[in-house]
């Protein structure tokens, strides 16, 4: 084990609201059970941006955050025994430490370590990287993939073939598994069901494959940017409208009035009334699963509770798919060498790491389907 510190380069936020600033840092050697990683691509989700606007406030600052990532493993700390030097790997923002009692049940998604994510630090309470005033730097996810390289724990990282481009990979740590899971597992999608996805971005676009995946008879993407409708006809949906309405009065047409069989939001930042417009489209005993985020403190309004009862439908949270990352990751990246799923059609744009803001104004402008950070050492 490496008792040296790594020079970095990451995108940093130090003030919420606010802007990516690019700096040099340094990361300390890992410590038992943790690996240091080349990270080689990041993708852009949506929820770092929760991050920087504080919809998802970080108690600690200055942070590095970023949680899709694929890279090398290029140093192990003391008792990591499953994972060498050399090889490939994808992390995982919920970590699995295979031991708790959701682990235990087969819910990896919901390991008792998530309550790292926010915090900022590794499971032992304290930071990896010193910014260039010796201050103390937190990392989302216990990941912060935003970086060139990055100590993770070996609960957060799922060894991977190596013949998978990591642009590729680097989208299955949170975006495939949470979209296709949306529709597989939580709205449990069955052959010739009627689906509803709102919101094409990295998660809804996956949401819609999942859905036709499973046999959907029909998948009615909604996105008010023609774009996002257009790639939502190529990964399956079999209509697309600007609006929730428009897609509600299409799914009643098709059913006696009676709705679609399940609903999925994956908007970029939920709010009450856009749960509420979406509820509106399912049917009696119908699930609405309910996958983006907004701010923290939004509370749900806006939905008859005399109609959520006697209509018996559902109302469905959803952490990573409600799937387990061991599961996911390796399933995922044989269905994609299979052809079975579509990954590189996912990537609209690849940025350097100095490019950040660029590339999430993109995002907030619905340019991309998934930009990614390809790193550079
Ligand atoms: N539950 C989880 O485990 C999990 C995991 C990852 C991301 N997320 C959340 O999922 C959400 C989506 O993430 P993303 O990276 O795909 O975001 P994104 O910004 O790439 O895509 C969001 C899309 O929603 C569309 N949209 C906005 N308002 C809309 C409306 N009223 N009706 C229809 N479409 C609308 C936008 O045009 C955009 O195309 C975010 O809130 C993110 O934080 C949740
Ligand atoms: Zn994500
Ligand atoms: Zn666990």
Not at 16 to 36: F, H
Not at 130 to 157: R, Y
Request: glycine letters at 10%; charged letters at 20%.
């Amino acid at each position: 084990m490496s008792e040296k510190t790594t020079k970095i380069r990451a995108a940093v936020l130090r003030e919420l609201p606010g802007k990516w600033t690019i700096e040099d840092l340094e990361l300390s050697a890992p410590k038992p059970g943790e690996v240091l990683v080349k990270v080689m691509a990041a993708g852009l989700c949506h929820s770092d941006d929760h991050h920087r606007s504080n919809d998802l406030p970080l108690p600690n600052l200055p942070a590095v955050v970023g949680h899709e990532g694929a890279g090398v493993i290029v140093a192990l700390g003391e008792g990591v025994t499953d994972l060498e030097v050399g090889d490939h790997i994808v992390c995982s923002f919920i970590p699995s430490c295979g031991k708790c009692k959701w682990c235990s049940l087969g819910m990896q998604n919901l390991c008792d370590f998530g309550r790292f994510i926010l915090e900022g630090t590794q499971i032992d309470g304290t930071f990896r990287i010193k910014d260039a005033d010796g201050k103390d730097v937190a990392t989302s996810a216990m990941l912060g993939t935003f970086s060139n390289f990055q100590i993770m724990d070996q609960s957060s990282v799922i060894k991977v073939d190596k013949d998978v481009p990591f642009e590729v990979a680097c989208l299955v740590a949170c975006g495939v598994p949470t979209g296709i899971g949306s529709a597989r597992n939580m709205a449990n999608v069955q052959v010739g069901d009627i689906v509803v996805v709102v919101g094409i971005g990295g998660i809804g676009i996956n949401a819609v494959q999942g859905a036709a995946m499973s046999g959907a008879q029909r998948v009615i993407a909604v996105d008010p940017i023609e774009y996002k409708r257009t790639r939502a006809l190529e990964f399956g949906a079999t209509e697309a409208f600007a609006t929730i309405a428009e897609a509600e009065k299409f799914a009643k047409s098709l059913t006696n009035g009676q709705g679609a069989d399940s609903a999925i939001v994956t908007v970029g930042v939920i709010t009450s009334e856009i749960v509420a417009q979406t509820y509106a489209t399912i049917r009696k005993a119908g699930t609405l699963v309910v996958t983006a985020m907004g701010n923290h403190a939004e509370e749900l309004s806006g939905i008859n509770l005399f109609d959520l009862a006697m209509m018996q439908k559902r109302i469905q949270g959803n952490v990573y798919g409600g799937w387990s990352p061991r599961v996911a990751v390796p399933i995922l990246l044989d269905m994609y060498k299979r052809k079975e799923i579509k990954l590189d059609e996912l990537i609209t744009r690849t940025y350097k790491i100095d490019e950040i803001n660029e590339a999430y104004d993109d995002m907030r402008n619905g340019k991309n389907i998934r930009g990614v950070i390809v790193h550079e050492h």
